[in-house]
């Protein structure tokens, strides 16, 4: 069984940083690509940024400079780390796994909440 496990948000205030974590079981969690998405309410949900199994980085605009991914094979892990939070970034956070044969799989998200 897939599972994908999120933790780590919270509420911040503006200029604040957060390091969200995902934990993967069930997979071969090294040949993924790992993803966060985010969904604000009443928007779609949008790709913030992707980390492949050789390294290879992307982000969203809006979050360049501001947000790292990473991840730890060993661990079966991915982080976002998030700094210099702003308001707009208010969002449910989602890990995704995306396989070479287009498999994904998702966790349930975790609430991440930019707030003075």
């Known amino acids: 069984q897939v599972q994908l496990v999120e933790s780590g948000g919270g509420l911040v205030q503006p200029g604040g940083s957060l390091r969200l974590s995902c934990s993967a079981s069930?997979?071969?969690?090294?040949?993924?690509?790992m993803n966060w998405y985010r969904q604000a309410p009443g928007k779609q949900r949008n790709l913030v940024a992707s980390l492949t199994s050789t390294g290879t980085t992307n982000y969203a605009d809006s979050v360049k400079g501001r947000f790292t991914i990473s991840r730890d094979n060993a661990k079966k892990a991915v982080y976002l780390q998030m700094n210099s939070l702003k308001a707009e970034d208010t969002a449910v956070y989602y890990c995704?796994?995306?396989?070479?044969?287009?498999?994904?799989?998702w966790g349930q998200g975790t609430q991440v909440t930019v707030s003075s």
């Open positions: 995704n796994a995306l396989s070479t044969s287009s498999t994904t799989y």
């Open positions: 069930g997979i071969l969690f090294s040949l993924y690509v």
